[in-house]
């Protein structure tokens, strides 16, 4: 055996065992294998780092981009909200609801465009109901890659096919010739997380993200976090006062979120404010304080009032923290004469000054360099204070404020790439057009670009591709192939089509599944004369199951989401294996008894 086999072995079942046992990060370990393969000379220092430039890292960023463009318009909001109304509180329910678009539209486009179209719906989704990201994740990734082998477009290797057949002198397959498998396999992987995902998926979130940053603001301080909603009646003695005058805070200790006549949302409205019969009011405080409150006043009390949705909605509004530093305009006033609510529409909950925490009516308290309040409000308006040289806010924002006013040049940016691609444009600049159209017509800045690349994902990809291009130039992929069809030499045709099955599996793993249908489509065809099949659908099966990559993350689609979701690479292995043994089921039951 060569030298550099030997290496590139060694290099490769290193790699693999960092992955498997998660004794370094990922993006740690591809790094490592790429100087690996550097420093033994089995690539040279430009082809060790070519996976920097390579199309799929590239492809990688400028989706990463786009995605966060079209987030950031709120253009996914609706499929949020539709699939919250049909599925209500069950997690399996959503699971469905969110794989079957992601797995169809993956079978036209490239998957990982499918992924960044949903997965801002995705983590709403996730936010709105409370659930770890990391339940809801995956399954809309493997959906993606399950749903790539609907059409002979959905995927590199699938298309590629063709080109690869009539160098061979076969006939190419049309549009929908794997359609039946692909469908069969998105319908079992829905089905595999719909019943198993509980059993599967990281029962609880990742590390570091068991409680958000409002719980633990909540806990901490032990802020009031339950918020009712109350209508003035015709004869409230509330009518025609301010919430001074009606000892808002410092009678009863309470904020008003917001005030509405059904037509208009006043939030944090101004001490100035007078109350009218007919009103509605999003009232924050203790319970016993609030209902005293009602009791005195006459007040009627509501449900959800449709007008005060975003103010219950955790991904639109919460609590936040926010530091005044030297310089500051609000240093030497006080809330009263700065006119905090008036100017910013946010509700001061208490205020932290020398060590002590005030709460109730602090409005005449003179600010001080280094004081911190407690705000409550939309997240679009305090993103607003984050913005001013007068206020550090400390919480991290959940989301930045949505501009739907870009809503069609930011799905015209996203259509238009996809359609370059269609086109026969590389990839790679097809999306990255997308991405910088996205940038040049200002759905988003070029810093929020830069801030859009999830940088573990680059490094994990780049790191990694260099691997397979080892295993091509030193020869190692031809002599696992080849030993393989030595040892299918005279079996049953069936353990044959297993075989191919599983070496495009393994192959697809290890290197990319574009790489891994041009090392094998040859191989296979030759295996499959060996055992008296048709060479033409064998080469079909082998690309197909370049797809089945779901053990490690080293998928372009798992990488993109192991952040988004918070995995590990143990949390792929034990979801991974099930959905792979089904799929070699799967494939394997089809095409032998269906194609072969």
């Not at 570091?208 to 802020?223: P, V």
Request: net charge neutral; proline share 5%; hydrophobic share 55%.
């Amino acid at each position: 055996m060569e030298p550099s086999i030997l290496i590139v072995l060694s290099i490769l079942a290193a790699t693999v065992v960092l992955l498997v046992l998660d004794l370094l990060r990922i993006d740690v370990v591809a790094v490592l294998c790429l100087l690996a393969l550097a420093w033994t000379g089995v690539l040279s220092p430009q082809e060790a780092l070519s996976g920097f430039s390579s199309n799929a890292v590239v492809s990688m960023m400028a989706v990463m981009i786009m995605g966060r463009g079209v987030a950031r318009t709120g253009l996914m909001d609706g499929f949020s909200r539709a699939v919250l109304r049909v599925a209500g509180e069950k997690r399996s329910k959503i699971v469905a609801l969110v794989s079957v678009p992601v797995g169809l539209t993956s079978g036209f486009i490239q998957n990982i465009g499918a992924v960044a179209l949903f997965l801002p719906g995705v983590l709403d989704i996730a936010r709105r109901r409370k659930l770890a990201a990391s339940g809801l994740v995956m399954p809309i990734g493997f959906a993606a890659i399950l749903g790539g082998t609907l059409s002979m477009v959905g995927s590199g290797p699938l298309i590629l096919l063709n080109d690869l057949l009539r160098g061979a002198d076969l006939q190419p397959f049309g549009l929908f010739s794997v359609t039946p498998v692909g469908f069969a396999l998105l319908t079992v992987g829905i089905g595999y997380f719909v019943l198993f995902g509980r059993f599967v998926l990281p029962a609880a979130q990742p590390e570091g993200q068991g409680l958000s940053e409002q719980e633990k603001l909540i806990e901490a301080l032990r802020l009031p976090h339950h918020i009712r909603h109350y209508r003035i009646s015709g004869n409230s003695p509330l009518r025609g006062k301010t919430p001074e005058q009606a000892g808002v805070w410092g009678d009863y200790r309470l904020n008003i979120l917001g005030l509405s006549d059904d037509k208009h949302v006043e939030y944090a409205p101004w001490r100035e404010t007078r109350f009218a019969g007919g009103q509605m009011l999003a009232v924050l405080g203790d319970d016993a304080d609030v209902e005293r409150f009602a009791v005195d006043y006459g007040l009627l009390g509501q449900e959800n009032p449709a007008s005060f949705a975003k103010l219950g909605d955790p991904g639109q509004a919460g609590f936040a923290a926010v530091v005044i530093p030297p310089g500051s305009a609000m240093v030497g006033q006080s809330i009263r004469s700065f006119a905090l609510r008036k100017r910013y529409a946010v509700e001061p909950v208490m205020v932290f000054s020398k060590s002590v925490g005030l709460r109730g009516d602090f409005s005449d308290h003179q600010v001080l360099t280094g004081d911190s309040f407690i705000v409550y409000g939309l997240w679009e308006n305090i993103a607003e204070l984050k913005e001013t040289a007068d206020f550090v806010v400390v919480t991290p924002l959940t989301t930045e404020k949505k501009a739907p006013a870009k809503a069609l040049p930011a799905a015209a940016c996203f259509v238009a790439a996809i359609a370059l691609a269609f086109s026969g444009a590389p990839i790679s600049v097809a999306f990255l057009t997308g991405a910088l159209a996205m940038v040049l017509l200002d759905v988003l800045s070029m810093q929020k670009a830069y801030q859009a690349i999830d940088w573990k994902v680059v490094f994990l990809l780049a790191g990694l591709i260099p691997l397979g291009l080892a295993m091509q130039k030193t020869g190692t992929a031809d002599l696992l192939a080849g030993q393989l069809m030595v040892l299918m030499q005279g079996v049953h045709p069936i353990f044959l089509v297993l075989s191919v099955a599983v070496l495009s599996t393994a192959f697809s793993l290890l290197i990319s599944n574009v790489g891994a249908i041009v090392v094998l489509a040859p191989l296979v065809m030759s295996m499959a004369s060996m055992g008296e099949l048709n060479p033409r659908n064998l080469a079909l099966m082998a690309a197909v199951c370049t797809a089945n990559s779901f053990i490690l993350p080293t998928h372009q689609v798992n990488a993109m989401l192991i952040s988004a979701g918070g995995y590990r690479t143990s949390d792929y292995l034990k979801a991974g294996s099930g959905m792979t043994l089904l799929f070699l089921l799967v494939v394997v039951a089809i095409f032998y008894g269906f194609y072969l």
